[in-house]
């Protein structure tokens, strides 16, 4: 159907934002639905550690409630016009109303509001996305099911963080390999104390 998708929407008072790899539409008795599939690429090969599969679950599960909530929900578009600073009666530019033409998009649209408006429009014409999502890497494919209790419980986690509202954590024993790559792992107290037991 499609690739790099970007999907957008307001979770838990935060914008999330987001590129869906490919969308494909797949037919479960009878119905089409989209199919959200994320590749990952992988630097050796192995395949991913369940770490690595988690977070590429928790994304992709993100991109399906982003994906479902702008087929069945009100965009929300003053708060996206206010929060990222934008005005929405400003006429757009001739290329990109061209561009909008050429596409097929809609002739009436002149202005970022207008183009909103068709993209609500769009989106509310589209199906949900289908419950199994799938990950795949040159090393095979993983189709898993949407948990939405969990995922919820893991994004409200990672935002309390990003919100000020609860301290940094140190990366679980499983994924001590990402303070390899880490800007920080200098001044990093768990790194100290892991070298430590090493000698």
């Known amino acids: ?16 934002i987001g590129i869906i790899d490919e969308v494909r539409m797949s037919e479960q008795s009878g119905m089409k639905q989209p199919l959200l599939v994320d590749t990952k690429t992988r630097s050796r090969a192995a395949p991913p550690s369940e770490p690595q599969k988690r977070n590429a679950r928790l994304q992709l599960m993100c991109y399906k409630f982003l994906w479902d909530n702008i087929v069945t929900s009100e965009f929300p578009s003053s708060s996206f016009f206010q929060y990222f600073g934008l005005r929405p009666q400003r006429s757009l530019s001739k290329d990109i109303r061209k561009h909008i033409v050429d596409s097929g998009i809609g002739k009436k649209v002149q202005s970022l509001n207008d183009l909103i408006k068709l993209y609500r429009s769009t989106c509310k014409s589209l199906p949900l996305a289908h419950t199994p999502l799938l990950i795949r890497s040159l090393l095979g494919e993983e189709e898993f099911s949407f948990d939405k209790s969990w995922m ?4 409200r986690w990672h935002l309390q963080y990003w919100l000020g509202k609860r301290a940094a954590d140190f990366v679980p024993e499983d994924e001590c390999w990402k303070c390899q790559h880490c800007s920080f792992s200098a001044v990093c107290p768990k790194v100290k104390l892991l070298s430590q037991e090493e000698e």
């Open 1 to 16: 159907m499609t690739r790099e998708l970007p999907v957008v929407g307001l979770v838990e008072g935060v914008w999330l």
């Open 152 to 155: 919820e419980n893991r994004l």
